[in-house]
């Protein structure tokens, strides 16, 4: 009989590399570690979402709600692509007025 190792569910990534998302509800969703880069989320709400570790490199959040986020970093949002429309969560938002 094979031994089969369980791999747990906290060490899987979601890969949504490329993938095109635009305008999709992603509130409170658990992007922890998620592979997003290249992934169009414009005009996407990802208010509340976790990002920890997400990788955003290219990432398009032109006109994305971030509002709430939590575990996002200005590294993660200097990766991604966005603009005016973009609303960054208010941590985000001082910490770049500063700049």
């Known amino acids: ?51 920890e570790g997400a990788n955003l490199k290219g990432t398009i959040l032109k006109g994305a709600d971030l509002s709430g986020a939590t575990n996002l970093t200005d590294e993660q949002v200097s990766e991604a692509i966005i603009d005016e429309h973009t609303i960054l969560p208010d941590y985000l938002q001082l910490s770049r007025r500063k700049t």
């Open 1 to 51: 009989m094979p031994q089969h190792q369980a791999v747990s569910a906290s060490k899987r990534t979601l890969d949504l590399s490329g993938a095109r998302i635009r305008r999709t509800d992603l509130s409170g969703a658990n992007l922890r570690r998620a592979n997003l880069a290249g992934a169009d989320l414009s005009f996407a709400l990802l208010r509340g979402a976790d990002l």
